[in-house]
């Protein structure tokens, strides 16, 4: 029971590195020696130093015979900052206690080992379901070649996203938009098409009270011929980074136009549509672990169609627009036949005062 007890603490604080870690994972670490906490540390962004690092400079010369409790398992390679495992076994700790083994197939288990070797106590295991979910993102990335990639979605109870003139301002209510924007906060990028672009000139950018953000997600617009105005929000970089998904039939001006603006310009192979698997791999190739997918039924329809959708997040208001022809939540083709729908597993459901979220993930 005290393992779930500390681990669980050891998760609260790997939290602390909401929106700050990518494209590392969310790592906390708690020291324990006889049933005192000594020292607590969290990965607080890529390049600074570990979640053990941080707790055992806190615990210091305690931290001999100590019990350490990560939800991760301690790194034993050289990257930006030098192996935990090297500074546990000099620490002299007696214990170590792991939520989930480190997902790298190139380096999964090996820091277990070489604790394991230095004569440490090694558990693992503990609250492991609840460290995979909070490290889903960088287990997507880490373990394939695409970001990990989320839809996000408002609509009315009669599915529609917006009314037959296009208005959608607001459809859900100001607490689901503050969650809503503190997921954009996690995410290294947000997506969006250029009808919804063209059609609410949007900012993309995080938005929370009381909190300083750091650094903005790179907004991608999937804009296959360059009809983003250069006068329009998304275009502004002093705002965040964006990024113009293009087809390779667009006009080269165009390209420059963009480029005159800050703005970096991605041409894949397809000439008359921008090639989402293709943008996906060149993403993940660039450390962009993860993607929010937020307009709009088009460009969602054609992500989930392709199979590059993890996640969904709908948020429903409970309110009716009507009219045939207002905007569904999801475009494209769709599926002739029942059986052919795609489906979630691991539905959750959140309430946001009268909204609903309901959260599952792609089979």
């Not at 939520?99 to 070489?114: E, F, L, T, Y």
Request: hydrophobic share 40%.
């Amino acid at each position: 029971m005290l393992h779930e007890i500390y681990m669980q603490r050891a998760l609260e604080l790997a939290r602390l590195g909401w929106g700050t870690t990518n494209p590392n994972p969310l790592v906390g670490a708690v020291i324990v020696k006889n049933g005192e906490v000594i020292g607590e540390g969290y990965h607080k962004s890529a390049g600074e130093p570990h979640a053990e690092i941080n707790a055992l400079t806190q615990a210091g010369e305690k931290a001999e015979d100590s019990i350490v409790y990560v939800n991760l398992e301690p790194c034993s390679h050289f990257g930006r900052t030098s192996p935990c495992t090297d500074a546990l076994i000099k620490a002299g700790v007696q214990e170590v206690v792991i939520a989930m083994q480190d997902p790298n197939p190139s380096v999964s288990g090996k820091g277990i080992k070489k604790l394991k070797q230095a004569g440490i106590k090694v558990a693992v295991g503990i609250l492991e379901e609840e460290a995979k979910k909070l490290n889903e993102i960088f287990i997507k990335y880490i373990t394939s070649d695409m970001p990990f990639t989320i839809w996000k979605c408002a609509m009315t109870l009669d599915g529609k996203v917006a009314t037959v003139t296009g208005d959608s301002k607001w459809i859900t209510n100001e607490a689901s938009r503050e969650y809503a924007h503190w997921w954009r906060y996690r995410v290294s990028a947000i997506m969006a098409g250029i009808g919804t672009v063209l059609l609410d000139n949007p900012m993309l950018t995080v938005r929370l009270p009381n909190v300083k953000v750091e650094k903005q997600p790179i907004r991608i617009i999937i804009d296959s011929f360059g009809k983003t105005p250069l006068n329009y929000n998304v275009l502004d970089t002093n705002q965040a980074p964006t990024v113009i998904a293009t087809a390779s039939n667009i006009e080269r001006s165009r390209v420059e136009n963009f480029k005159s603006k800050g703005v970096e310009v991605i041409t894949t192979k397809s000439k008359d549509r921008v090639n989402l698997s293709e943008l996906m791999k060149e993403l993940h190739n660039r450390q962009i672990d993860s993607v929010l997918i937020e307009g709009g039924p088009t460009l969602a329809a054609s992500a989930i169609e392709e199979g590059l959708v993890d996640k969904a997040m709908i948020f429903i208001a409970p309110k009716f627009i009507g009219g045939k022809n207002a905007p569904s939540a999801l475009g494209g083709k769709g599926v002739e036949k029942l059986k052919d729908a795609w489906n979630l597993k691991n539905v959750s459901i959140k309430h946001f005062q009268e909204d609903l979220l309901v959260e599952g993930y792609f089979i």
